[in-house]
């Protein structure tokens, strides 16, 4: 069954401390892997796709990684106004018919504290 | 701002009650998606439209139906509601089905239904 695990649940961190955040994956054919950003109250808001092992993107202070299994979204040097749940999310299977599911994690609450 | 419109942005009703929620994709996109979003559930894909036909479907109940009109707005009908059904529901909106290339979609700030 696909499956897709997020971890730490939670991260509290001092403004500056960077870190990483983990998204592991167990899909059939994985066409693509997603990042989004969740504020409170808000739609999950797209960050980055990433489509094969090896792949780096960037934007601002994030950086996120793509191994066969799982990815990294490391975040350097934080500020408070990053603080959101930061969540993962795969396509897998097959386009026949326009097949076009995400399976999203649990995400991860990230607060940075000054 | 996503570009996806999403109405109400609240909705509280009671249990047997039907709703209805609407969305409108971004300006261009043809594929539009729902979601639902609980504590204890995350985000759980329900159904897919492309360009006015089904097609993809998930954890979406037999009391729950969407549909896709010819300005490609949507909306998600919701009848004998339980309690159960409080949720965030969310509508997000992509270019195409899926192929050749994995646009990403866009989420609409969604629907808060309430249930009481």
């Known amino acids: 069954e696909d499956q897709v695990t997020q971890s730490p649940e939670a991260l509290r961190l001092q403004e500056g401390e960077s870190s990483s955040l983990n998204c592991s994956y167990t899909?059939?054919?994985?066409?693509?892997l997603f990042w989004y950003r969740q504020d409170p109250g808000k739609g999950p808001e797209f960050l980055f796709t990433?489509?094969?092992a090896g792949e780096e993107k960037e934007k601002e202070r994030l950086k996120a990684t793509l191994t066969k299994k799982e990815s990294f979204l490391h975040i350097t040097a934080p500020k408070p106004e990053d603080s959101a749940t930061y969540l993962c999310?795969?396509?897998?299977?097959?386009?026949?018919?326009?097949?076009?599911?995400?399976?999203f994690g649990a995400g991860t609450r990230l607060a940075v504290h000054p | 701002d996503s570009g996806v419109t999403q109405t109400p942005k609240h909705l509280i009703t009671a249990t047997g009650q039907r709703v209805t929620l609407r969305c409108s994709p971004r300006?261009?996109?043809?594929?539009v998606y729902w979601y639902q979003q609980s504590l204890d559930q995350g985000l759980q894909f329900l159904i897919q439209?492309?360009?006015?036909?089904?097609?993809a479907k998930g954890n979406i109940l037999e009391r729950f139906s969407a549909q896709q009109f010819p300005d490609l707005h949507s909306e998600l009908n919701l009848s004998s509601l339980e309690l159960g059904d409080s949720a965030l529901y969310f509508c997000?909106?992509?270019?195409?089905?899926?192929?050749?290339?994995?646009?990403?979609?866009?989420f609409g700030d969604g629907t808060r239904l309430s249930i009481l």
């Open positions: 300006s261009g996109d043809l594929s």
């Open positions: 997000a909106s992509s270019v195409g089905p899926a192929p050749p290339t994995n646009q990403p979609q866009h």
């Open positions: 439209y492309y360009n006015g036909e089904e097609r």
């Open positions: 999310a795969v396509q897998a299977g097959t386009f026949s018919g326009g097949y076009n599911k995400l399976i």
């Open positions: 990433l489509y094969s």
């Open positions: 899909v059939s054919g994985l066409r693509g």
